[in-house]
């Protein structure tokens, strides 16, 4: 069985190509750098839905738990450390904000124990796994064809990453994994204010259950961000999906849950969408809903006339994570 919204499994490529092979990009130039900071300050956010009076008052006894949730924490994993860079500071005060906890009370419908235990799993996860600190060269094999990658934002100024199924490069799953994590705490730290959710520009282009992954890492990667990003998606926008694409999610929209099927868009960008009821509950919207197609990039169909360069963009992957981490140690001392 396959998922949804996989990166694919590709079929022949090795699971480490030689470092001899040529990445995407590599003869030809990027006409834009990769952009990783908002140009629209002031442009219109999308409404964070605001507590209730109760899930408030739970947030305000968890601010208090603060103490207990972070005490005696584990130590970073043996495993973890094999990909992470060890100087990089936890910093959980610092992840821990009224907006993370916020996030956490919605996920868990304000139930307060609920909450409590979540939050106490996320902290042990990110102090053993240190997500913020997976080195660049560890995920960098994932990325040379450029499969996917953070670079400007949408309409609510939100991150957008680009998904190319077909672009898909290695076969192993927990590496994938940590460069979808890695993307996502690069979009994360990248949030203007009043900005928590990211937003999926998925390309189909040749789609097909056999380049999609393992029903096991698909639950792996959900059971991550559920857990552990509850509340960061804020559209997954499919550009052109074939008729096999929308015959599947036809069978399985009905077992999806009702806040995530809300949260997914159908996009032809040549076709307006067709017509549908009020409550008919089709996923398809104009491109316009969510981009401006000026800085939407050419392979996704926008008019940015930019093309991912593997040397330019892991340039700037490097320079931003060495800047993070000069950051972070500023702040500990």
Partial sequence: MRSLFGFGKA??????????????????????????????????????KPLSDDEQKVLEQLKSDIPELTQNLPPIDEEAKKFVDEEVPLDIEGWLTDECIARYVRARKG??????????????????????????????????????????????????????????????????IRWVVYTLELCIRHMRPGVEKVTLAIDTTNWGFSNSVSIGTAKKFLDILSNHYPERLGRAVVFVPPKLFVAFYSLVSPFIDPVTKAKVAFVNPNEPPPEQSENSGSPWIALEECFDRDTLEKDCYGSMPSQYNHQVYWKAIEEEFAHEKAALLAKQN
């Avoid at 003869?27 to 002031?42: D, G, I, K, R, Y």
């Avoid at 102090?127 to 994932?142: G, Q, S, W």
């Fill in 111 to 176: 139930v307060y124990e609920d909450t409590k235990k979540a939050l106490r799993k996320s902290i042990e996860w990110r102090a053993a796994t240190r997500p913020h600190a997976l080195r660049p060269d560890v995920v960098e094999i994932e990325n040379r064809t450029g499969k996917m990658y953070f670079s400007g934002f949408d309409r609510f100024s939100r991150p957008v990453i680009y998904m190319y199924n077909h672009r898909q490069n290695t076969k192993e799953a927990d590496n994938q």
């Fill in 11 to 48: 079929e022949e490529a090795p699971v480490s190509p030689k470092p001899s092979e040529k990445a995407v990009g590599s003869n030809s130039e990027l006409t834009m750098t990769p952009v990783f900071e908002c140009t629209t300050p002031s442009g219109p956010l999308q409404e964070i």
